[in-house]
């Protein structure tokens, strides 16, 4: 199921993120959803080619009925070196028809005490997360990081909201990045953290989580994006084992896209490691796991992967597939 929405309003909130509101032609009720969910946004690479992309529902109305929304708000940063998809939302403009799928929530806000941890576009599910709270009465603090205030969206609506229980971060102002490790030294122990930001930031608050014994399910997370791969990193050989077909996964390309070109149709989601879906058992070769997934024993084992982000560590991979 799609559907077919009306870009409203399109506006640049800072010199990297633009805002669009997306509504029915007719002014019907849209899908609805929960904070931390996300729609599946059709786009148009530079070589023409179609695809999707992630994007968080933003919801920072108090008072909003989000079972029965009549607009979806999204916010996109631009990523120069990325695949080309933020770049194709930021010509988008108002009156504009675009393609989505339903929301879906894999990031869901649980009861209890919450600590958001976002870094730059990651506030984008936290907030609604965070306007969640305040309208219910859940404990919520939330500390918001990014190279400058500048480049921080949806700051002033946030400071009215949570006022003392938000903490921002600017690198430019502090002379180094946000301290994980104080953040975390500061939770109580019945603290549960939501996490959304870039790769560095999540890899440190499970290592300190886990440092500090943390149970895993009391750090939710979400990337926002999953790092390219390198164009230095060597080109290595898949078998599929069912097919007996051949394939060459060329230097810097990545697992699953080289599957696709090939005409396969691998199962996969969200393309970050972090749900799943294109999970694949490994019969031969040594696994660079790069997922959110899989538990440390999983990854041991060398049984299975992540396709969408892992890779093979020497020449050669078989695949059960």
Known sequence: MTLA?????SRDLNPLIRLLRLRSDDGAVLPGYEPGAHVRVQVTLADGKQDWRHYSLVNLQPGADLRTPREYVIAIRREDTGRGGSRFMHTVQAGDLLTIEPPRNDFPLRAGTAVLVAGGIGITPLASMAVQCRAAGQPVRLHYAGRSRALLAFLPELQDLLREDLRVHADDEAGAPLDVQALLDAC?????????GPQVMLDAVLAGAQARGWPRERVKFELFSAPPASETEAGYEVVLSQSGRTLRVAPGQNLLECLEQNGCDP??????????????AV????????DYFLSDAEKASGKVMQICVSRARGPRLVLDM
């Open 283 to 290: 019969l031969e070769g040594e696994i660079e796991h790069r």
């Open 267 to 280: 199962m996969f989601d969200c393309r970050r490691g972090e749900c799943g879906v294109c999970s694949v």
């Open 188 to 196: 109580a122990w019945n603290d549960t953290l939501y996490v959304c």
């Open 5 to 9: 929405l009306r870009v409203a309003e």
